[in-house]
């Protein structure tokens, strides 16, 4: 892997679909839950117009790194059918909550191994790390690449943080834990964290950003994004990149998109996803 596209691949596609999930009940920290059954979430319904559009570009640029990474995509029948078959040709990455991932995967992926599975632990829906180690199993045994999980660093868990992080990477999975960001019982976070709370949560923060990886300005850099991986919303919009200072790059779903055909200096003060850090071309 090179940059940011693992081999063979030559354009990573991140799709920000409908936030929906089959967590029952939600995870007490959730602030971007819609249940399955609401009404006003519309699920990808026009699963054809999103199966061509994608079709199409992989067959204008090679194969594609398609990213689907918020909520719950595999409680989403219509969009995992749409990745299934992209499945063929292209790399599909998801975040999961496990809970019906496998039986999704057996239904809609003809080439499991085409796709990667980023597990999130929550712990209020499993009775102990080993029945959810049971459903990573599962997916391993189809060819799924499923070697990393998130955790979220809620208050109330942090005594068993470690303990359940132990557990998990003994079954091969690289923890990545996210702070709390909310209120709580009347306090804000992660403000609130005691000292000895915080030093814990820095640890593993500094495991995947660095010391000061946070806080390091990349403005001013020049970047691939928008020429590497592109943003792409529910409506087909496409976007160079996350923070909110991107290039609007067109529309997916109309045929319109486009991408930069060079690096452009970063104008964002802050670019908090390690990922994305490895667009920037070096000094
Ligand atoms: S699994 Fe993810 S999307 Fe679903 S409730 Fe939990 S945090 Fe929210
Ligand atoms: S460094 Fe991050 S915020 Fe800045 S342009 Fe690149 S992806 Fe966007």
């Avoid at 790399?91 to 239904?107: G, K, P, Q, W, Y």
């Avoid at 459903?135 to 690449?145: E, L, T």
């Avoid at 919303?233 to 067109?250: Q, W």
Wanted: with cysteine.
């Amino acid at each position: 892997m090179s940059g940011i596209l693992p081999d063979g691949c030559r354009l990573k596609v991140h799709l920000q679909m409908p936030l929906i999930c089959n967590m029952d009940p939600p995870c007490p920290y959730c602030g971007i839950y819609r249940s399955l059954h609401s009404d006003d979430v519309p699920p990808v319904t026009d699963v054809r117009r999103w199966f061509v559009a994608l079709d199409d570009l992989s067959r204008k640029r090679g194969p594609l790194h398609v990213a689907c990474l918020h909520g719950e995509p595999f409680a989403d029948r219509d969009l995992m059918r749409v990745l299934g078959r992209l499945s063929e040709h292209n790399l599909i990455d998801c975040f999961s909550n496990m809970i019906r991932t496998a039986d999704v995967i057996r239904e809609s992926f003809g080439v499991p191994e085409n796709l990667w599975v980023t597990a999130s632990f929550h712990p209020h829906h499993w009775a102990d790390v080993a029945s959810f180690a049971e459903r990573v199993a599962d997916v391993r045994s189809m060819g799924v690449r499923c070697d990393r999980v998130f955790l979220v660093a809620f208050p109330p868990n942090i005594p068993r943080l470690q303990g359940w992080i132990g557990e998990l990477v003994e079954i091969g999975l690289t923890p990545y834990v996210m702070p709390f960001t909310g209120e709580l019982s009347g306090a804000r976070y992660p403000e609130a964290h005691t000292d000895e709370e915080w030093s814990l949560i820095s640890r593993y923060l500094a495991e995947r950003f660095g010391e000061d990886g946070f806080m390091t300005s990349r403005k001013g850099r020049l970047c691939r994004a928008g020429i590497d991986i592109v943003f792409v919303d529910t409506d087909g919009a496409v976007r160079s990149c996350p923070s909110g200072y991107a290039h609007d790059l067109g529309n997916l779903l109309d045929g319109t998109m486009r991408t930069l055909d060079a690096p452009r200096p970063c104008l964002a003060p802050h670019c908090q996803c390690p990922d994305l850090w490895r667009l920037i071309i070096s000094d």
